[in-house]
Structure formats: structure tokens, C-alpha cells
């Protein structure tokens, strides 16, 4: 073993096992340890002549223990010589005891790791080696077992989203639109409200889902006030401790006013105190406070939304005052129901959040089946489901339960923004139906003036149908509308990125982290940019600080290669492919892509094709994929997903 990370590594482990310790050698490969495993073996090597060598010359021996490993012997054997020198650190890749002679050691928990190298459990890894290594021989220590890492899920422009992190800095919309390259109001307009989220005095923590609907609710009938713009949810949420004075609230929201209370509820009866605020003075214009029983509720929404739209002068088109509560509910049951589903969304993201979910929205539609929005709701869950949790037998008919949902939502209520828009997605991630989720939109943005969430899934699509000025356009009025949602902020540093404006793709993506620390994907999109623009030293930097592994794999399988380094790249895409070979089609077809290997790279896409593969649906949005564009074969991919021919 030579090289310059000075400090040898042996990795122990059951060849079964190959996939899943290939991000284990990437970490301590990066964090410049040598490490040996069985794949460094010279052809025609003599197997245990070698394997001794290496084993012996170890300053630290890892052993990675699984359902597979406690049974090999080879295994135990190369592990009882760690143990036996004092140079022994586990790994645990599955929920299983060690083998007798070796439980005496605690070690190293990876179950549920993702590779990401800025993972806690990934830092102590690379710091117990360190240790150990420094120790001397003989002396027997390993760190404390490490709790297993959270995974979160993110689906941009689905609507179901989890914010992660804190740390909000000041964000105003002229900072936003700049981002956006699109014009920006000098000020905030008059007419333009945040509802922030009204205090739960009900004295039990879990009645905060009820008061978290009744926000939501108000600023959904708000927003169906033509001349009155309203700010996105995920930015108001921002303030649900709201320590800071309304004047430095409303610049961060870009906003003139506040509307703010409190909802105590006791069994069936329900008190809502509401204040309109003027953000910029601190006086109330409005406030009232209403006693009444749960099944009254439904009135003290519109009661509020229409007083604060006088307030503000702001009247309903035509009068009709049913259009504040399309869509909706005057069942009781029906909308608990509904605000405890969107509360479990909120919470957490995994599949048991999404189905604990589904399980609420169904039974809203059972107390009320004309409840438009909890039919669109269940849709996008499906959504979800289908893009990540369900087995590949259950997809389709998964995506078709939502196709259904979606389009019961629209006859129910075809004008209602949000379920046109939830039929959009489902076309699109179902069915690759994209004139379809066209037809959509077009009702979407008909409906009414477009909020934050309407124009963040449109502005979505215009990127994946090739109108990229169309899409920035949405995607920055996205942003405008709520400047602290950092999933917007990732979605206009897409567009940025197609559009070729580099520096605005990447402070698109700094902003996105500096709102949410731990999102994925943000890292590697900074990487690609910076890829594109050759600035490889940079991007190495980028993608190591990726959490997500496809994606920073995806990365560094092309960087590596542009960088010279053959073995690296293949080491990565090894890994790549090791994810799930039936998975990673599209991402195998972008690193094919930028080897300059387009054969490889459309045989890849094809079988990304067979396999209804959802990368596909963003293939125009990819500069990973331009070198292809004059291929035939791309071509032809592109015209059968219904797609616009690239520009030749």
C-alpha cells in the first residue's frame, strides 16, 4: 500500500457486501487514508499471499459486520488479527449482533447512512480511523455507538414539503428577484399580506395542527382576492416564535401587512382573536374575536378573510363570495381530518409520514366525498409514494391512484388552482403526459392570480417543456412571493443553470442553503455549475459536501474523468450503479454523457425509458445532457416522452 494519506487501512467485509462498503472506501479515500479492500487486488495476485500483506501492514482494520459477514470465516479471521493488535474498528451495515469474540467491542452504526460525507455518523468514521491510528498498538478503543441519521425527502413543486434546518437570514424580494434575473416592485406592494401562523392557546401541544389549518386556510381564501397578493406559507411559517418587530417581519416577507392571532379550542367550541397589522407602523387596522362551536368554523374564515379584505379595499370579482371556500368543506370531521393529514406532511417526509397521511386524507374523503382539496391532497401524497416509497410492483397502480384522486379533485372543483395544478404533476410523474399537465396549468393560472405554490409548479413544468424564460419568469415570481422558502430558491437555480447564467444558479442554491442547511441536492446542482464553467477544483469542493449519494456520485463520476483520473471516476461510477442498477439509468446516462460516450449514453437513457425512469421528465432541463442533443437517438427518446426537439 503506498500513497499519501500516511495512515493504511484494512477493510474486512463479505464480497456480498461490495455495494455497500463502496461508499465507506470513497469517505476514507477523500478524508486521504489508504485504504485496501479486495478490489485492489493485481490481477493474477495471489489471493491470501496478498491479503496477508495488506492485512498485516494495516494501521487500522475495519471490519464492516452484516447479516452476510458474521458468517464468513475469512471474515472473522481478518478481524480477530484487528482486534488481536488493538486496530480493530466495526462497522454495523445490518440490525444484527456481532460474532462471539467480538461483542465485547461497540462500533460504528451505518444502517441507514446515504454516503454522504458530511453525515455526524460519516465524521465520527473518519475520526475514530484517525484516532486509532494515532494510538499505540495494542491499546483497544472505538467510539460509541452512533445514532442512526434522519432521512429526509424532498419533492420540489409536489406541495408536500419539509423544511429542514435554521438559521433565516434577512431576505428581501429585491435580493429574491435579483437572483431571478426579472424585474422587481421598487417596494412592497399595498395590497400584500403574510398570514403568520396563529398561536395554538389551546394548552395542548397537539391541538397546533388545528390552528396550523386555520392559518393555511385564511391565507389560501386570501390569495382568491384578485389585487391582493399573498405571501407563500413556507416563508410565513418562518416566524411561528415571530420575536422580531412587524417592520423588519414584513421586509423579509416583502410584504405591507400581518395578520396574526390565536385559536383556543375546548372540545366543540372554538375562540378566534385575528389583528390585521400594517407591517411598517405596527398599528392594527382590524382585529375581532369570535366565540363560536367547531361546526361554525367554516364561517370565521370567510368572516375573517372578507374583513380584512375591506380593510384593505380589496373586493371579490363579481361579488361572489362562494369563491372563498371552493373546493372546500362545511364538514367538521371532514376538515380535521384533512388539517391533521397536511400536519403529518409537514412533520416528516418518509413513507410512514406520506401513509400515515394518505390514511387522514382518506378519511376526510369519507366524511365529506365532495372535499376537493383533501381528494387533491391524497394525490400528490400518492405522488410521493410512487417517486420514492412504494415497491416497483406497486408504481403504476400507485400513480394511478393519484391520477384518479387528481382528476376527481378537478370535477369537483375546476377551478381550484391547487387541484389543477396536483392533475399537472400526476400527468407528468404518471404518465409522461405533458400536453396534458399544459391543459392543466393553463386552467391553473386562469383560476385566478397565481400564489407562490401555483407558480412554483408551473415555472417547474416551463423548465421541463424547454421554456426556460417562461420558467424563470414563474420560478422568480415564486421567490418574490415567498422569499424564505428555500425549495424555490433551489427550483430558480434549475432555471438559472439551463438559461447559462452560472453565478445566478449558484447563489440560487446558496440562498436555498443558507434557509435550510441540510438540503439535498443544492451541493451537487453548485458542483454542476461550476463543472460547466471548468472550474474543477471548485466543484470537487461542492460535490464532497453533497449529502445525497446519487447525486454527489453522480458528480464526481464525471468531474474525476474530466479531471484525468480515470480510477476515481470509475470508483464513483462503480457506486453509482451499486445504488441500484435499475434506478440509476438517467444518472449513468449523464456521466456517459459528459465522457463524451453518446452511444453509451442514449443505450442508457433507453433502458432509463423501458423502466419509466421520472429523471427522464427533466431531460430537457439538463445541460448534463447537451452533448447529445444532435444525436438521432436522443432525439427520438425526446419525441416519444412528447417532448419539444432540442434546438439542434
Keep these: 500500500m503506498t500513497g499519501t494519506g500516511g495512515v493504511r487501512v484494512f477493510l474486512s467485509y463479505s464480497r456480498s457486501d461490495r455495494a ?38 494495516a494501521d487500522v482494520v475495519v471490519v464492516a459486520w452484516s447479516a452476510a459477514s458474521v458468517q464468513s470465516n475469512w471474515v472473522k479471521d481478518e478481524a480477530g488479527s484487528g482486534r488481536d493488535r488493538g486496530r480493530l474498528l466495526p462497522l454495523r451495515l445490518d440490525d444484527i449482533s456481532a460474532p462471539l469474540g467480538f461483542r465485547q467491542l461497540q462500533w460504528i452504526d451505518l444502517i441507514g447512512w ?47 414539503l419539509v423544511l429542514v434546518g435554521a438559521g433565516v437570514a434577512a431576505v428581501g424580494t429585491g435580493a429574491a428577484c435579483r437572483v431571478a434575473g426579472v424585474a422587481c416592485p421598487a417596494a412592497a406592494a399595498r395590497n400584500s399580506i403574510a398570514v403568520l401562523p396563529f398561536a395554538n392557546l389551546s394548552g395542548h401541544a397537539d391541538q397546533a395542527y388545528f390552528a396550523d389549518g386555520l392559518t393555511e386556510e385564511l391565507a389560501s381564501r386570501l390569495t382568491r382576492f384578485p389585487g391582493l397578493e399573498v405571501a407563500g406559507r413556507t416563508s410565513s411559517f418562518r416566524f411561528r416564535d415571530r420575536r422580531e418587530a412587524s417592520a423588519a417581519i414584513g421586509r423579509q416577507l416583502g410584504v405591507s401587512y400581518l395578520l396574526d392571532g390565536s385559536v383556543r379550542r375546548d372540545g366543540n367550541i372554538v375562540r378566534v382573536s385575528a389583528q390585521l ?18 361546526k361554525d368554523i367554516f364561517a370565521v374564515q370567510a368572516g375573517i378573510a372578507e374583513a380584512v379584505a375591506e380593510a384593505l379595499r380589496v373586493t371579490l370579482l363579481g361579488g361572489d363570495t362562494a369563491t372563498l371556500s371552493r373546493g372546500g368543506t362545511v364538514d367538521p370531521a371532514a376538515w380535521d381530518a384533512y388539517l391533521k393529514g397536511k400536519a403529518l406532511l409537514a412533520g416528516g417526509a418518509g413513507g410512514d409520514a406520506y401513509r400515515d397521511a394518505l390514511a387522514r386524507f382518506d378519511a376526510a374523503i369519507a366524511a365529506d366525498p365532495r372535499f376537493a382539496a383533501a381528494h387533491a391532497a391524497r394525490a400528490r401524497v400518492l405522488v410521493g409514494l410512487a417517486n420514492q416509497f412504494v415497491p416497483a410492483a406497486e408504481i403504476r397502480p400507485t400513480y394511478e391512484a393519484a391520477l384518479a384522486s387528481a382528476r376527481r379533485a378537478v370535477a369537483l372543483a375546476p377551478t381550484l388552482a391547487d387541484a389543477q395544478t396536483t392533475l399537472a404533476v400526476a400527468l407528468v410523474e404518471g404518465e409522461r403526459d405533458f400536453a396534458g399537465a399544459g391543459a392543466a396549468f393553463a386552467q391553473a393560472l386562469a383560476a385566478g392570480p397565481p400564489d407562490a405554490a401555483t407558480q412554483l409548479r408551473y415555472g417547474l413544468y416551463a423548465l421541463r417543456i424547454g421554456k426556460t424564460a417562461d420558467a424563470l419568469a414563474a420560478l422568480g415570481e415564486a421567490v418574490r412571493l415567498d422569499p424564505l422558502n428555500p425549495t424555490a430558491h433551489r427550483a430558480l437555480g434549475f432555471a438559472a443553470l439551463r438559461a447559462g447564467r452560472y453565478a445566478a444558479a449558484i447563489a440560487a442554491q446558496q440562498r436555498a442553503l443558507a434557509l435550510s442547511p441540510g438540503m439535498v441536492g443544492a451541493h451537487a446542482e453548485i458542483g454542476k455549475a461550476l463543472v460547466l464553467q471548468n472550474k474543477y477544483a471548485e466543484a470537487k469542493a461542492a460535490y464532497a459536501l453533497e449529502p445525497e449519494a446519487w447525486e454527489r456520485l453522480t458528480g464526481e463520476a464525471i468531474l474525476f474523468a474530466k479531471l484525468g483520473d480515470a480510477a476515481r471516476a470509475d470508483t464513483a461510477l462503480a457506486a453509482l450503479r451499486a445504488i441500484g442498477i435499475d434506478t440509476i439509468r438517467y444518472q449513468e446516462a449523464q456521466v456517459l454523457a459528459q ?20 429523471g427522464l421528465n427533466g431531460v430537457l432541463a439538463d445541460p448534463f445532457m447537451d452533448p447529445l442533443a444532435k444525436q438521432p437517438g436522443f432525439r427520438d427518446i425526446i419525441k416519444r416522452l412528447g417532448l419539444p426537439a432540442p434546438a439542434p
Design 20 to 57: 455497500r462498503v463502496a461508499p465507506v472506501v470513497l469517505l476514507l479515500r477523500g478524508a486521504g487514508f489508504d485504504v485496501w479492500w479486495d478490489s485492489d487486488l493485481r490481477t493474477g495476485a495471489a489471493f491470501a499471499a496478498e491479503t496477508e500483506a495488506a492485512l498485516e501492514a
Design 114 to 160: 446515504n454516503g454522504a460525507a458530511d453525515a455526524p455518523v460519516a465524521r465520527a468514521l473518519v475520526a475514530a480511523v484517525a484516532d486509532l491510528a494515532g494510538r499505540p498498538a495494542g491499546v483497544a478503543s472505538v467510539p460509541a455507538p452512533v445514532r442512526r441519521p434522519r432521512s429526509r425527502a424532498w419533492i420540489a413543486g409536489i406541495g408536500a
Design 277 to 294: 397589522v400594517d407591517a411598517q407602523s405596527g398599528f392594527q387596522r382590524w382585529g375581532a374575536t369570535y366565540d363560536r362551536e367547531l
Design 595 to 614: 465522457r463524451g460516450d453518446a452511444a453509451a449514453a442514449i443505450a442508457a437513457l433507453e433502458r432509463a425509458y423501458n423502466l419509466g425512469d421520472s
